[in-house]
């Protein structure tokens, strides 16, 4: 079964500062798509970034990357430039194209401070 | 009008109570997810819809029962809950099924308090 680890329950970045958040995952299979989730304190879950496993290039969106190590089951997410608007709630989930659901990591709290 | 809304946003009921939880979304999408959030814990998927058909049941308990008379409308019914189904209850739609693969769009969600 696929599994997602986030080991940083807690993080906090000065603003106009880069941060990055870990996440792990186990698979047994090849095929298949990681996201990273934002959820800010309003509640509304909205995606961050998306990558399919089988591209090797790592996913951007502006200020927003994405270390995606296939081999060692890594997909972290970099956000440079930190904004006070980034103080979120991340989840990393990964997405399984035999089953078609989506397993979620437990979270890691953002706080950008100014 | 926000893609997918829910209602209510709050709800505070008894065990004994029976009650239903209300998803809609405008995005013209197919598939429409319940999803469980409790604290310091994963979010948990409970249902899956894809054009209104249910296709997956992550064995919830039977005192929740959704329903989804089309593909813009989901409901969670609920009844005699017990105080460990207090949570975040959010619902999602993505384009269709394979919301593993594609964006899921989410629902502000309802918080649940069962006393």
């Known amino acids: 079964a696929q599994t997602v680890t986030q080991s940083q329950p807690e993080m906090s970045v000065q603003e106009a500062e880069t941060v990055t958040l870990s996440c792990t995952y186990d698979t047994s299979e090849s095929d298949y798509y990681l996201f990273w989730y934002k959820q800010p304190p309003s509640r509304q879950m909205i995606l961050v970034i998306r990558?399919?496993?089988?591209?090797?290039q790592n996913a951007t969106e502006n200020r927003f990357s994405v270390n995606f190590q296939k081999a060692a089951k890594s997909f972290s997410l970099k956000i440079s430039d930190s904004q006070l608007g980034d103080a979120a709630m991340y989840f990393c989930a990964h997405g399984s194209s035999n089953t078609g659901k989506l397993i979620f990591g437990q979270g890691t709290t953002l706080q950008v401070k100014p | 009008e926000t893609g997918v809304t829910q209602t209510p946003r709050h709800l505070v009921m008894g065990m004994t109570n029976k009650k239903s939880l209300k998803c809609e979304q405008h995005l013209g999408h197919n598939a429409m997810y319940w999803y469980k959030q409790s604290a310091k814990k994963p979010l948990e998927l409970m249902f899956v819809?894809?054009?209104?058909?249910?296709?997956e049941n992550n064995s919830v308990p039977s005192r929740f029962s959704p329903e989804c008379p089309n593909s813009s409308h989901l409901f969670l019914h609920l009844h005699t809950l017990q105080p460990e189904d207090s949570a975040l209850y959010l619902c999602a739609s993505s384009q269709d099924r394979q919301g593993a693969l594609d964006t899921q769009y989410f629902g502000p969600g309802t918080r649940l308090t069962v006393l």
């Open positions: 819809y894809n054009f209104k058909e249910q296709t």
């Open positions: 990558q399919e496993a089988y591209k090797q």
